[in-house]
């Protein structure tokens, strides 16, 4: 069992539509990273929360970090093909430590 | 200026066999990791160091050595290769806790 457990696992959704993507451990970190992958590449980093209760937005991404810092979400609104990709969070676990694991990941298919 | 670089880009094994995947930065940071990707999962940590002379194991360290003489290569020894191995391989930097930069990746099989 991975500490940083991602759903839904996979995703396809029509061009337009808004989705959720959800990331969840009991454990408590210092903070989370959000990145997507394409096929073929390594990790790009898309944003870093650190506060609870954070609220950060880029263009049509809207990422949340949970007030308990063990959680945290990405919303996604009127997704388009170019979001297609894997989606996946990371924190440095112990908190604060350079051991940085990464979610199960989750993969998102947007259909035009 | 590369970034990071990973060497070879694919690799076929024979099971017993062993090999050193590379990984170089030009970055000059002081933390760098491995990771495995196993297909459609996330990665999942294999072995890190915070800096020259200093590694430490990740979540999956079991058939895997890594050494870090220099601040820029850091890399990942397979002893005697099995199919459970079979995997891409992606070197990490990162300066601090911040942004981690990925290479390009090492494609594995071992048959």
């Known amino acids: 069992t991975q500490l940083l457990e991602q759903s839904p696992q996979f995703l396809s959704i029509q061009e337009g539509e808004n989705l959720t993507v959800y990331c969840n451990s009991s454990?408590?970190?210092?903070?989370l990273q959000w990145y997507r992958q394409e096929p073929g590449e390594g990790p790009v980093l898309l944003v870093t929360?650190?506060?609870?209760?954070e609220v950060k937005k880029l263009k049509r991404l809207t990422f949340q970090f949970g007030d308990a810092r063990k959680d945290s979400s990405l919303h996604i609104t009127a997704a388009q093909p170019g979001d297609t990709g894997l989606y996946l969070c990371?924190?440095?676990?112990?908190?604060?430590?350079?051991?940085?694991?990464f979610g199960t990941g989750t993969r998102l298919k947007v259909l035009a | 200026n590369a970034g990071v670089t990973q060497t070879p880009k694919f690799q076929v094994l024979k099971t017993g066999q062993s090999m050193t995947l590379q990984c170089a930065q030009d970055?000059?940071?002081?933390?760098m990791s491995w990771y495995r990707q196993d297909p459609g999962m996330g990665l999942r940590l294999i072995h890190y160091?915070?800096?020259?002379?200093?590694?430490d194991q990740g979540e999956v360290p079991n058939g895997y050595n890594v050494s870090r003489s220099t601040t820029e290569d850091f890399p990942l020894r397979l002893l005697s290769a099995a199919p459970s191995q079979t995997s891409v391989y992606f070197c990490?930097?990162?300066?601090?806790?911040?942004?981690?930069?990925f290479g390009q990746g090492t494609r594995l099989t071992v048959v």
């Open positions: 160091s915070v800096g020259a002379g200093i590694t």
């Open positions: 929360v650190v506060t609870g209760g």
């Open positions: 990490a930097v990162r300066q601090g806790r911040t942004e981690a930069f």
């Open positions: 454990s408590v970190f210092s903070s």
């Open positions: 970055m000059n940071h002081e933390y």
């Open positions: 990371a924190g440095g676990h112990p908190p604060g430590t350079y051991k940085y694991i």
